[in-house]
């Protein structure tokens, strides 16, 4: 089977099933002493990202026989490239990653997945199907939905400034893409648009422009939650926040759903990292069990209404 990759047939005819029984720590995963997982994170400049590989460590931390190695390309499309490379060389077990673009980094996955090593798409897509298993939310709806919110929220009119994610990454085409569709029908325009790069900073900076431009700013669509609070920095430092509403995606429990209970923003829709799936995943690949091809993970919507009863699932 091509997902076993480095494994022998003798490490595989050993190999233990996991089962429900006791804690996950004392499964042994196989006879091998230890399995290492290769995870190429983007970058940690990202709240949500940190978050990812938390959850990730946690998740592997049960296991006495698994061993994660992180990588922090630093938003850095190269280096991610020559971390792939690098885990391919190791010959590590299963390779994860959460790529920062798609089309430079889908010819080392695939390479990867050609030379026998599962591969974990997590979060960002790739181009083509040379890989083991995509793990993620569903973008495009996620967009879609706070279009429709806010096409409600205005009634159906307004001016919206729309902070992108990285629009050579498939979130963030998107999340684009789901929200012009949700608005469509109705008299909102997008008077202004940039492309934030998910950062904070940015998100100001461009805002920032917006607000020097714009007397009548009504609303604020981030493709994520630290866009959508860097917005709202710069509407408050001119003293104009209470004049539009703000939304953002990823509801972080210390991040975006905190915004939601202080007041800052509108609506955040929920993102999640996928840290503890790609955990699950990798173990049932490496116990020679079939997973699909695509795992879609749930999303909800946190709004001042809904939060203490943990929000609303789409």
């Known amino acids: 089977m091509?997902?076993?990759?480095?494994?022998?047939?003798?490490?595989?005819?050993?190999?233990?099933?996991?089962?429900?029984?006791?804690?996950?720590?004392?499964?042994?995963?196989?006879?091998?002493?230890?399995?290492?997982?290769?995870?190429?994170?983007?970058?940690?400049?990202?709240?949500?990202?940190?978050?990812?590989d938390e959850d990730i460590r946690a998740a592997a931390a049960e296991y006495d026989h698994v061993k994660v190695l992180f990588k922090d390309a630093q938003n850095d499309t190269l280096r991610q490239r020559g971390h792939i490379e690098e885990f391919i060389r190791q010959g590590v077990d299963v390779l994860i990653a959460s790529p920062k673009e798609a089309a430079p980094l889908t010819e080392p996955l695939a390479r990867a997945y050609e030379k026998g090593i599962p591969v974990i798409i997590l979060d960002r897509a790739v181009l083509g199907d040379q890989y083991t298993v995509f793990i993620g939310a569903d973008n495009r709806l996620i967009g879609e939905a706070a279009g429709k919110w806010l096409k409600k929220a205005l009634g159906g009119k307004g001016n919206v400034v729309e902070l992108?994610?990285?629009?050579?990454?498939?979130?963030?085409?998107?999340?684009?893409?789901?929200?012009?569709?949700?608005?469509?029908?109705?008299?909102?325009?997008?008077?202004?648009?940039?492309?934030?790069?998910?950062?904070?900073?940015?998100?100001?900076?461009?805002?920032?422009?917006?607000?020097?431009?714009?007397?009548?700013?009504?609303?604020?669509?981030?493709?994520?939650?630290?866009?959508?609070?860097?917005?709202?920095?710069?509407?408050?430092?001119?003293?104009?926040?209470?004049?539009?509403?703000?939304?953002?995606?990823?509801?972080?429990?210390?991040?975006?759903?905190a915004y939601v209970k202080q007041g800052i923003l509108a609506a955040c829709f929920e993102y999640p990292t996928g840290g503890r799936e790609a955990i699950d995943t990798a173990l049932k690949l490496l116990n020679g069990e079939a997973v699909p091809k695509k795992i879609v993970l749930p999303t909800r919507v946190y709004t001042p209404e809904n939060i203490d009863r943990g929000g609303e699932a789409l």
């Open 2 to 52: 091509k997902y076993l990759g480095g494994l022998t047939a003798m490490v595989f005819a050993f190999t233990v099933v996991l089962t429900g029984c006791g804690s996950r720590g004392g499964n042994n995963v196989g006879k091998k002493d230890v399995f290492v997982i290769g995870m190429s994170q983007c970058n940690l400049g990202e709240p949500w990202r940190v978050q990812m």
């Open 164 to 257: 992108k994610g990285l629009m050579t990454s498939v979130p963030g085409v998107d999340r684009h893409e789901g929200f012009r569709k949700g608005i469509e029908g109705s008299d909102i325009k997008v008077i202004f648009e940039a492309d934030m790069q998910w950062l904070e900073p940015n998100a100001r900076k461009e805002m920032e422009s917006a607000l020097a431009r714009f007397d009548r700013i009504d609303a604020v669509y981030a493709h994520n939650d630290p866009g959508a609070h860097g917005a709202y920095l710069a509407a408050a430092a001119v003293d104009r926040q209470k004049e539009m509403i703000f939304v953002g995606i990823d509801a972080l429990p210390n991040e975006g759903r």
